[in-house]
């Protein structure tokens, strides 16, 4: 097996003396679709703040292609890393195309302009993520499925390897739910995504991680990891855990404490 794009060595963060992430380990492989799990709070979306580098680590050490993320620059880190927040900064007065151009700022000095060869990088992000008739419109103008599309876009021009998606079904009706999640998957990315509904990281996931409390309480296939009891113990409800009949996937459903299975 080739080296580990993604290695976290007991990577872990303390603030203000209570432990945040506690420290955790372990590895991420080019075209993984890691999903990040577990009750609020659990130190999540920390986890990726410490990958993206907005975070800095309080003890351990996390390895991007064999090396050390605190040695590289935030620049370097933009043209390695992509991440799509569950709340991103309103862009009012940019079109779809200007926004989907600002994935390529990493790579550029402040004097550049934009060659022949990205026009056609941002055409295709925004093709590939069915958007190419929005290219003008004002990013006010979309719905919360297509701005999130229009993020995966931006990420894409962004040419990163590894994408981090914080929440990206979150506040989306079901339709753009699957289709976020289908797009991503399809996107030739190597993904780490935090995601609240179990039932869709147990279908779109190769591989997940269970938080609770800053701790990695399991890691590794939905079916090792999304066991009736380590769920019930997590989220403190009871739960069943069977096979979906329809795509064969795992499918979660929790009842009302108390309620019989």
């Known amino acids: 097996m080739p080296p580990a794009l993604l290695r976290l060595n007991q990577a872990a963060l303390m603030i203000d003396g209570q432990s945040i992430v506690a420290p955790l380990s372990f590895s991420v492989h080019k075209g993984d679709f890691i999903g990040i799990i577990g009750p609020n709070g659990a130190g999540k979306s920390s986890l990726l703040k410490l990958i ?34 569950q709340v991103s900064p309103p862009v ?23 060659t022949s060869e990205d026009e056609q990088q941002i055409k295709l992000a925004l093709r590939q993520l069915g958007l190419q008739h929005k290219a ?11 701005l999130q599309r229009l993020y995966l876009a931006r990420a894409l021009v962004q040419q990163a390897e590894l994408l981090l998606l914080d929440e990206p079904t979150n506040h989306l009706d079901v339709l753009y739910q699957h289709q976020i999640l289908q797009l991503s998957r399809g996107l030739g990315k190597t993904v780490l995504a935090c995601l609240h509904d179990l039932n869709l990281a ?60």
């Open 92 to 114: 009012f007065a940019l079109t779809v195309y200007q926004v989907a151009a600002m994935g390529l700022l990493p790579h550029k000095g402040w004097f550049d302009g934009n």
């Open 136 to 146: 003008r419109a004002l990013v006010e103008t979309l719905s919360g499925g297509e």
């Open 52 to 85: 993206n580098g907005t975070q800095p680590l309080s003890s351990g050490d996390i390895l991007l292609q064999q090396r050390s993320l605190c040695k590289l620059s935030s620049r370097q880190r933009a043209c390695k890393i992509a991440s799509v927040s």
């Open 202 to 261: 147990a279908r779109y996931c190769d591989k997940i991680a269970l938080l609770h409390q800053g701790q990695l309480l399991a890691f590794g296939s939905p079916e090792q990891v999304l066991t009736a009891e380590q769920l019930s113990r997590v989220f403190q409800l009871p739960c069943e855990v069977s096979l979906h009949p329809g795509h064969g996937k795992l499918q979660i459903t929790f009842f009302a404490s108390g309620a019989s299975l």
